[in-house]
Every structure is written in C-alpha cells, then in structure tokens.
C-alpha cells in the first residue's frame, strides 16, 4: 500500500526508531512528528502524555498514514490502549516489541527495565513482561538524567559512567541476564550501560525490535510498499526546528533536512 509510515515521539529520541526502521525497510515512506514544544513526556502524568498522543495522531491521520508507531516508550506505555481504540489503523509501540524480545533472550528469567520516570511508574513493561512468561522476575530503574545527557551528546563521557554507576548499581546486583533500554535515548549510552551491566547482560533495543515486527506486520496485512518511486522521508516539530535538526543528526546518524514546525 503506497501511504507513509507515522512515527511520532516527545522529541528527537524517536530518531533511534525512525533509523532502524529506515534501515530495515528503506522503500517505506516515512514521516516523523516529533513534539519539540512539550517535550519532556517522561515526567508528565498518564493522562497528559495519552492526550498529547490523541493530537499528534490526529495530525499524522491527515497525512494519511497507513500504519503509526509510537517511538516514544513513555506514550507506549500509557497511550496505546487509547490510541487503538480512537483511530482504525495498526498503531504499534515500541514497548511489546522490547518485552517480547527480553523474554525470548533471557536465559535465567531475571529481566532488568529502565526508563523515565513515567515508564517505570506505569508498570507497564512489568506487566507486559509477566503476561508472556509469569515466573519471569522484573527489576525496574528509572533513570532520567540518561536522557539530557544523550541530547547533549555526552553518552561516551565519563559523566555517563558516573551517573550509570549510581542508577544501575543496585540492578546489577539482582541478577538480570537482561536489560531492556526502555526509552528512545539509551541506545546512546549503551556503552556505559553496558559497563556497569557487564558483558555477560544482554541490552535489548527497542528500536532495532520495533523495525523488525513493522516489518512483518506490513507482510502480514499486506500493508508494504508496492511502488518502486523515491522514498519520502517528512520531518514535522512542534518547536525549534533547528535544535531539532543539530541535535536530531546524532540520533538519526544521517542528515535532516525539511524539518517543519506546526502547531497542533
Ligand atoms: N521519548 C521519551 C521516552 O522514550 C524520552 C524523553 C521524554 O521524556 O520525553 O520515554
């Protein structure tokens, strides 16, 4: 079907999703909402977060698109019940493909998430992780300061290693085989995750598992592409399109260019 992909987050963090995704399924058409204005989602309650994803879907629904993702862990885990039942198109989060992808590494069934605040307070990648497998122990962490140090492309310093020391200690201590990155930014801080993890702790990335089950959902309901034109690649923010784009290139790894402002 020749309609765009929506993908939509808080901010730039989306970019991460929005990258694997091009990289597995580079004839899609892509477009990328990203709600510069009101970002951070991560310490906004349930409801909040679940009306401002209301708004950007209706947006991406006048840009026609066949299929939403919602990059944003923080929306994956409190808006999509809402989300599914407003709107007719597949709309698919990042966190299903995560907790399914923990639960299938996990040798020893001990599964460490971290996340904003909001993530971790919703429980819900728990209870996604419990409804695959129940004997399955969840350890939980939030880690906030993870994400303005992604935006200002310091996940290699040692002030990343320093702060992932103080949050991660204590989970390391618990045993997890596995840790799910539950937000856009960590991806950008693996290697001092990592560290303190040590290497025998497997990461889950929930960008590279999202890109991995659109594609199949495309094939399975015969949503994919069928021409053979240049692909559309659409940016639209909410605010400061430029810090968008300066600060986006990091998270993409490609550049950005068209990125436009709106207002919803
Ligand atoms: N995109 C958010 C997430 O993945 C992180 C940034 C924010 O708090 O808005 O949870």
């Not at 951070?40 to 977060?49: F, L, M, Q, R």
């Not at 990042?94 to 998430?113: D, E, F, K, Q, W």
């Not at 004997?135 to 002030?159: K, M, N, S, Y």
Request: include cysteine; hydrophobic fraction near 40%; aromatic fraction near 6%.
């Amino acid at each position: 079907m020749n309609r765009p992909i929506g993908i939509f987050d808080s901010g730039v963090g989306g970019l991460t999703v929005f990258h694997e995704v091009m990289k597995r399924l580079p004839e899609e058409d892509l477009i990328y909402f990203g709600d510069t204005a009101r970002v951070p989602y991560g310490i906004k309650s349930a409801e909040t977060v679940t009306r401002y994803s209301m708004e950007i879907t209706r947006f991406l629904m006048g840009q026609e698109i066949k299929l939403l993702i919602v990059a944003c862990n923080t929306a994956s885990s409190v808006a999509i019940p809402a989300l599914q039942s407003a709107f007719t198109i597949p709309v698919l989060g990042v966190l299903l493909p995560g907790a399914r992808a923990a639960v299938r590494y996990s040798t020893r069934r001990r599964i460490g998430v971290i996340g904003t605040e909001a993530t971790i307070g919703s429980s819900a990648y728990v209870a996604a992780i419990r409804d695959l497998d129940t004997r399955i122990d969840v350890h939980t962490q939030a880690c906030p300061l993870f994400v303005p140090l992604a935006e200002e492309g310091w996940g290699g310093h040692p002030i990343a290693g320093a702060v992932a020391r103080e949050y991660l200690e204590g989970l390391s201590r618990t045993g997890v085989d596995t840790v799910v990155l539950g937000c856009t930014h960590y991806p950008l801080l693996k290697g001092a995750i990592g560290k303190i993890m040590g290497e025998a702790v497997t990461l889950v990335d929930s960008a590279l598992e999202t890109a991995t089950e659109v594609q199949s959902l495309l094939l399975d309901r015969r949503l994919a592409r069928t021409d053979n034109a240049e692909p559309l690649r659409k940016y639209f923010v909410t605010d400061a399109p430029e810090r968008f784009r300066k600060v986006g290139e990091r998270f993409l790894q490609h550049p950005l260019p068209n990125v436009e402002k709106v207002t919803l």
